[in-house]
């Protein structure tokens, strides 16, 4: 069974490049604003989300379907009988969420009618299960986090999403970068990553996979799931061929980890480890060897 360790919050937003986006962070869960949470995916969005100090946290991934009644009965419950295959009455995620955190995952999967019945929940905090038949609606007070991986901005121009509920989840917008944008912060992720996953053995990078690591030549699409994964699976491989390792290194990768087409080396010759200096002396005296031979 794949088992993957999720990073620790304080991983993700210890890196130089991250603490502008800490401290927004840290401002934003003092207050009730709702949250929106930008970014690709593997960015850390739902890490983040799971942040808030507001319990109990009630997540709710959006897309699962499109059809209204299934949508609306997710979110905020239905009688029975409320409509064909209601034969019990169902409680929403957002009764569930009730004085805590609601995370509105993927966000611009919901449909426009959904996203009305959205729009009013977060303006008056009233809703109404499906087949609630009582002149009072229910209430719940929530504070919303929502996340996505898609451009919002063409969503609206596009009329695919409503701008009024866009500045009603939007109070606080946080972008993460993916991870791409701060390479410098990719061999630290890693370590963190091997003290996270095997905490009893020292682990440490190579030279040369340091520099693998942070190459322009990754495109790190996953972002930081891809770079936690790739290495759990090198400390893996290390531990098989050595159950004593404890440094990890480029041989321990496969293309696949990294992005890669299958069969592309790993390792490019920008990346080699430093040689003392007596080998590179004779490297250095076999070449020229090698060129007078062609010359004669």
Known sequence: ??????????????????????????????????????????????????????????RVVLGGSDDLNTITSELFGHERGAFSGASSKRVGLVEFADGGTL???????????????????????????????????????????????????????????REDLYYRLAAVTIDLPALRQRRGDIPSLAESTLRRVDAGRAWSLSISLRKLLVSPELEWSGNVRQLERAVERARERAVLRDPEASLLTPEHFEARDLGQARGQPVVSASVDEPVPLGVAWQRLQGERAHVDQREI
Do not use: C
């Open 103 to 161: 995370i509105l995952d993927e966000l611009l999967n919901l449909p426009p009618r959904a996203q009305q019945l959205l729009l009013d929940f977060t303006q008056f905090g009233t809703y109404r299960p499906l087949g609630f038949e009582r002149a009072e609606p229910k209430r719940a007070r929530v504070r919303i986090v929502a996340a996505t991986n898609g451009d919002l901005q063409a969503a609206i121009r596009e009329r695919r999403f």
């Open 1 to 58: 069974m794949d088992v993957h360790h999720a990073p620790p919050l304080g991983d993700l937003l210890a890196a130089p490049s991250m603490q502008s986006i800490a401290r927004e962070l840290e401002s934003a869960l003092q207050s009730e604003a709702p949250i929106l949470l930008l970014g690709e995916s593997g960015t850390g969005k739902t890490l983040i989300a799971q942040a808030s100090r507001r319990k109990p946290i009630v």
